[in-house]
Every structure is written in C-alpha cells, then in structure tokens.
C-alpha cells in the first residue's frame, strides 16, 4: 500500500539573488500508516525545508524544482488553494520549526483554538463544546495547566508555547502531522510527556502517521518507527528505525551512530566525535556523491557520479559500495 503521503524525487530550491541552494535535491520517501518517520541529520541538510515542502507550505525564495508530492495519492501542488486549505489541520497539518515564536501574541489560546474551528466548520462536523473539551484534556497531558487556554501566547513560557504549537497542530485529529523540532525548548521530562503524548495519539489513530524532523537521535529513538537520514539536501538511508540505528549502512549513517551510545546525544555531538569535515555548500554541492569529501570509503566512481539507492535488507541506501548488491 502506498504511504499516506509520500516524495517522488522532490526538489525544493531558494532561488536567491546570489545562489541557488538545493536545499532539498531529489528526495523520496513515504510516510505510511501507523508509522512514524524520523527525519535525522545536521544543521543544514534540509529538514526544514523538505518539511515545508512536504506541507505544500512553500514561500519564495523556496520553490518546488521537480519533484512531486502526493497527500493519499493525490498531488498537493497540482491542487488548488482552496483544496489545499481544506486539509489543513485535518488531513495534513505541520508544526514548523520555531512556530512557538510566530504564535499570535494578541490572541488567547482560546481564540487560537476559535479560529481554528471557524475555518473548518464549513466543511466539518464539528461540535465546538467537544473541541475545546479536548483542547483541554490534552492540555493537562502535555503538562499543560488548564489556564493555559485563556492567556495570551507572550504570557507563557517558550516551553509552554511549544507545547501550544502541538495542542493547535493535533486539536482536529490530522490524518498526517509533521513535526519539527517539536520538543527544543523542552526539558527532558515535559519532552517525555510529549513524545508519550504522540504516541498515545498514534495508538488511539487520532493521528495515522507522523513526520518527526529532529537533530537529536535519543529523542527520534524514542518515537520514530522509520528513519530517514538527511545530508546535503539527500536521504542518504531509509529503513526500520531499528536497522538504521544498530546496524547502519552508509558511511555516514555509520559516523554518526558510532558516536552516539549516551541518550542525550546529538547529531551535533555526534558530527565533532564520529566524522571530520564539513558538509557541503548547497548552493554548489559536489558532481557526484555529497559525502565523497568526507568519506573514507570512497572510490574513483564516488567522485563522477551520483549514487543510486539500493536496497539491503530492508534498508535504502544511496552510495556506491551497495550498488548493485540489491
Ligand atoms: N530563506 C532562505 N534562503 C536561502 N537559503 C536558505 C533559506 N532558508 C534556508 N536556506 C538554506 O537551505 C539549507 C537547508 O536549510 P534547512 O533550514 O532546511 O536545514 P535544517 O536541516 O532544517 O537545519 P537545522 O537543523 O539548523 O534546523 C541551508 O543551507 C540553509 O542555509
Ligand atoms: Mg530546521
């Protein structure tokens, strides 16, 4: 079956003055029912960006390069705006990277929940009563005291704010919720909540699959029941969380998780103890493989021409010592 939403060879490019940065460069991937997809890598991969991109929510500079994506086998950047909108919050909702700092700050959380309604009650049965009966309820399981509803957002925490970001994104059940960085202003026992929050949210189906970006493998171990793992604008391997983790593959997967034995552990961490160099400029990235610079696999071909992804295992990996050995 094929996955609720899903990347065919998704571009996703900032056309700027200066550059263009191939910030998301032919990316494919799916995000299944019941699963929960954690999107790994470093600062500047492009997890961001493919998560905007996977949102339909792409604004100038960033446009789409090629590439499609389809929410239930349906083109969102073939669909109109209208539709677009329609399944916002209900089919297919992000919580972007640092939405805690865009929250309005002359509104209550109440009028936040209120809009959110109103721009659904044309086209959803929705009993307002039971919405904010439930904003409420699951106010208190992310640690949330009930008050938090009638404050404004600039009377609360970062953390709280945070936590506001992920009551909003959740509040109408979407069929599909990306996350990202959705616990970085958490410590770690409100983060736990969290995490136990979306999972119980998984069990119960109010959410059927999830998109969990983060630099923090501990926290993506955690939830994440697929892994991705990003560089420069790539994945570079896909799998079952646990084959990526404990016995990855490419090169690079390989330097980041040997770093990584402590909870707790980053990928910033990981990249100063496990991996020497830097990666790559984006907006002039390397002819052939993006990790060829740093690789100490390499090979000649590594350097002229881009890997495929092969499959081993149940692992998709994008790197020359695998090609052909499917
Ligand atoms: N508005 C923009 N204009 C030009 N380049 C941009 C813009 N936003 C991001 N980029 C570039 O796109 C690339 C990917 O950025 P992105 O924010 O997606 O990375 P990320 O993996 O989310 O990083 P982080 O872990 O720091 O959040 C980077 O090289 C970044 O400099
Ligand atoms: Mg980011």
Redesign the pocket.
């Known amino acids: 079956m094929p996955g609720l939403l899903v990347a065919d060879s998704l571009k996703a490019y ?1 056309f ?1 003055k200066r550059a263009v ?1 191939r ?2 460069d032919g990316v494919s991937l799916e995000a299944e029912d019941g699963s929960v997809l954690a999107v790994v ?11 905007v991109a996977l949102a339909g929510l792409v604004k100038p ?2 446009r789409i390069a090629g590439g499609s994506v389809y929410f239930k086998g349906r083109d969102i950047y073939a669909m109109g705006d209208e539709e677009l909108r329609s399944i916002r919050a209900v089919g297919l909702a992000i919580v972007p ?1 640092f939405a805690m700092d865009a929250l309005n700050p002359t509104a209550r959380v109440r009028d936040l929940i209120r809009d959110i309604i109103a721009s659904h009650r044309d086209s959803l049965p929705i009993d307002e009563e039971d919405v904010y009966r439930r904003a409420q309820e699951r106010a208190l399981q992310i640690g949330l005291p009930k008050w938090v509803l009638d404050r404004y957002s600039v009377e609360l925490s970062g953390g709280m704010r945070q936590r506001v970001t992920i009551l909003l994104s959740t509040l109408l059940n979407p069929e599909v919720l990306i996350l ?2 959705p616990t970085s202003a958490l410590d770690v026992v409100v983060q736990r909540l969290v995490i136990q929050y979306l999972q119980d949210l998984m069990a119960e189906r109010a959410v059927k699959s999830m998109v969990f ?1 983060t ?1 923090d493998i501990a926290t993506a171990r955690q939830i994440a029941t697929e892994m991705a793992v ?1 560089y420069a ?1 790539q994945i570079v391997e896909r799998g079952p969380a646990e084959s990526v983790i404990g016995s990855p593959l490419h090169p690079y997967t390989k330097g980041l998780m040997s770093a990584i034995v402590e909870p707790g552990a980053s990928i910033k961490r990981a990249k100063l103890e496990g991996l020497s160099g830097e990666p790559p400029d ?1 907006a002039n990235p390397p002819k052939g493989c993006r990790f060829y610079p740093r690789c100490r696999y390499r090979m000649p071909i590594c350097e002229r021409e881009e890997p495929p992804e092969a499959e081993v295992g149940g692992i998709k990996v994008k790197c020359w010592l695998y090609a052909g050995k499917t």
């Open positions: 900032y700027t940065v910030a998301v890598g470093e600062s500047g991969s492009g997890k961001s960006t493919l998560g500079p960033l990277q990202d960085e970006i630099h990003m604008g984006m």
